[in-house]
């Protein structure tokens, strides 16, 4: 079966099943099977499917305008534009259609106020090992996981990786030439870590001083998924560049990046660009996704689950301590690190109805709609309890 429906597909995954249609957090296939989402379609689907606010939100944007190109504003894009910038304490925004693009933005940005101050600078970014930042060729160079870069070279110059939460490692590829410090505030594909306080805290002075770019990379972690609408809310700090997308559109295509103005402002009129990024019906959907997330406390509401749901995996953890050796992770992305193959959990989950990702090589990713309720973990659990007592 996967062979036949592959035919005219460039492999790139191994996918499995056939999904037709989404209902609050549920899935359901083309043979009517339901399955309860974990994943979100990867921390995307943040208000689940069944939003209709949303849904019509996108639907009257398609009968008025759905694309114009950037060549003209249009309100959409005005209102998403304001509603990021005050969401995530930057000044100015610049939309794309998905993360890596958010990235690459991010990263010429950051170039570019490096070239103002010095037009000889070398551009060095520093990012970190097992870092995810997407799969475009100036993503690929600064993701910290050899496999996905080592074919496609020659990738961008001047990257150097440091180990993530040991600051003393980034300190030590500080050059005059760096412009930039990328990293996740909390590693998603890499395997659900959290950055340390005294590690964010450390590269914003780092950054201080030598007048770098700190550049977030908020696209799985922001948009409420750790209980703040962006991640680094929890340290106290605001980055210079950050990025978005994921959850942004609920699913609609669109990122993000964004700036303080320092920064913003070494980009002028022709610098860059993109024909579709935040076209109308990208930016109404980003604006129907702000004001339902205000209207329902989203980011409330995931601390509180988030707790809930934590307190009951920890004691999974300790029904199951040769299987899962630890449970970690922020607000609804969360990692349970496994002793077993976490593919094959993952596959008996589906078998099971239960949508589950993974991340790095050991860890089960859970990533639910943010409106998951107390019930639907309680189903998860089960589930999982079950899996984990048959193995
Ligand atoms: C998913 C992801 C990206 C890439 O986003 P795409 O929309 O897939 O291009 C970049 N950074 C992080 C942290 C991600 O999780």
Redesign the pocket.
């Known amino acids: 079966m996967e062979k036949d429906l592959d035919q005219y597909l460039i492999h790139t995954y191994n996918r499995s099943v056939i999904f037709e249609k989404g209902e609050d957090v549920y899935l359901y296939d083309d043979q009517g099977k339901k399955y309860l989402d974990m994943g979100a379609g990867?921390a995307v689907s943040a208000l689940g499917y069944s939003n209709e606010e949303f849904k019509q939100g996108v639907k009257d944007q398609v009968d008025k305008l759905i694309h114009i190109s950037n060549l003209y504003y249009t309100k959409p894009v005005l209102c998403a534009a304001q509603y990021l910038a005050e969401a995530s304490g930057m000044d100015r925004v610049f939309f794309t259609n998905?993360?890596?693009e958010a990235?690459e933005g991010a990263l010429k940005l950051a170039r570019k106020y490096a070239y103002l101050k010095n037009e000889d600078s070398k551009g060095e970014i520093i990012a970190m090992e097992h870092s995810?930042?997407?799969?475009s060729m100036g993503?690929v160079s600064v993701t910290g996981t050899k496999h996905y870069r080592e074919a496609f070279e020659p990738l961008i110059g001047g990257v150097s990786f440091a180990v993530y939460n040991d600051l003393e490692s980034v300190k030590k590829l500080v050059t005059k030439d760096t412009c930039a410090i990328l990293l996740?505030t909390v590693q998603?594909?890499g395997g659900i870590y959290p950055a340390s306080e005294e590690f964010l805290k450390g590269i914003r002075r780092l950054c201080d001083e030598n007048d770098i770019a700190m550049i977030l990379?908020e696209?799985?972690c922001g948009m409420g998924r750790t209980g703040k609408m962006f991640a680094y809310e929890h340290y106290g700090i605001l980055p210079d560049i950050m990025t978005s997308?994921?959850a942004l559109g609920n699913g609609v295509p669109v990122?993000a990046f964004a700036a303080v103005e320092k920064f913003a402002e070494a980009m002028c009129p022709g610098d860059h660009g993109t024909t579709y990024g935040g076209n109308p019906l990208a930016a109404a959907a980003v604006c129907k996704v702000f004001e339902i997330f205000k209207k329902k406390g989203i980011p409330c509401h995931v601390q509180e689950i988030s707790s809930y749901f934590f307190e009951k995996l920890k004691a999974l953890a300790e029904k199951y301590p040769s299987v899962i050796t630890e449970v970690r992770g922020k607000g609804l992305l969360i990692g349970l690190e496994v002793s077993c193959p976490n593919g094959e959990i993952v596959k008996k989950a589906m078998e099971k109805g239960l949508v589950l990702l993974t991340a790095g090589s050991n860890v089960v990713r859970i990533a639910p709609p943010l409106v998951i309720e107390k019930e639907q973990i309680d189903a998860c659990l089960q589930i999982l309890d079950g899996i984990f007592s048959e193995l």
């Open positions: 990867i998905s993360g890596t990235i995810f930042h997407g799969r993503a996740e998603g594909e990379d696209i799985q997308a994921k990122g």
